[in-house]
């Protein structure tokens, strides 16, 4: 594996704009569409699956190529009725969608004197990128080719 390969699935905290933890995880499991639908996550390599999170102390953001920029915390109304734990998880307002492969993309990389946030598609090789001024309203951004006809 080249550097490159290496360095190609780093996303950014969008709060901190600091590079998130990736785990990888193998998974054995005898279909990955099977584990897919049953799990919420995306297999990248077949069964490689990424699990994100910011290592900024106390922050909540995480990342899949299925689900984007999320956040999880203690769900407190759970807590006070019920006084058991359970985890609240919300997507971030903000997500951009690859057209070719509707994954959602990371971010890749902040421009600190232009505030622009760019985005990657996380399938390996795909040339899809997305530009936004940091701050943009919150929405779905769709990458090109999402309204091609397939």
């Known amino acids: ?68 920029y999320f956040t999880i915390g203690r769900n407190e109304d759970h807590w006070n009725v019920t006084g058991s734990s359970s985890l609240r998880i919300s997507r971030n307002a903000t997500q951009v969608i690859c057209g070719d492969h509707l994954y959602s993309m990371f971010l890749e990389s902040f421009h600190r004197e232009t505030k622009v946030e760019n985005f990657r598609c996380p399938q390996r090789n795909c040339p899809q990128t997305m530009n936004l001024p940091a701050g943009s309203p919150h929405a779905y951004w769709l990458g090109e080719g999402f309204f091609k006809a397939k």
Not at 24 to 31: E, G, H, N, Q, R
Not at 43 to 65: F, I, K, N, R, T
């Open 1 to 68: 594996m080249t550097n490159q390969e290496q360095d190609y699935f780093r996303p950014l905290c969008p709060t901190h704009y600091e590079i998130m933890s990736v785990g990888p995880v193998l998974l054995d499991v005898t279909s990955p569409d099977t584990w897919l639908r049953r799990s919420g996550r995306i297999a990248l390599d077949a069964v490689e699956v990424h699990d994100c999170e910011c290592l900024v102390d106390g922050c909540p953001q995480h990342y899949s190529p299925t689900f984007g």
